[in-house]
């Protein structure tokens, strides 16, 4: 299994702890081989054991800081 990490920084450098909402890892093309990665916070970042193929893959991420602002984001990431 690889490890699926994310570091979110506030504007002053210090980790931010998310809720995360929801989260899914697949590949852009098909929805056969998605993963809904299971983050446990370490106490500066998310990880998350996932077992993909390498190859390109996109991590759609819902998340709510502790005051209730949404974050969307749709990020491309490249499995080794």
Not at 22 to 28: F, I, K, Q, S, V
Not at 62 to 75: E, I, K, P, S, Y
Request: hydrophobic share 45%.
């Amino acid at each position: 299994d690889q490890v699926l990490t994310l570091e979110i920084l506030q504007r002053d450098g210090t980790p931010l702890y998310p809720a995360v909402v929801t989260a899914t890892l697949g590949r852009a093309t098909h929805v056969a081989q998605d993963v809904i990665p299971d983050f446990v916070w370490d106490g500066q970042l998310l990880r998350a054991d996932v077992a993909i193929a390498p190859g390109y893959w996109t991590l759609w991420l819902d998340m709510q800081a502790a005051d209730g602002t949404n974050f969307r984001r749709r990020l491309p990431l490249t499995a080794r």
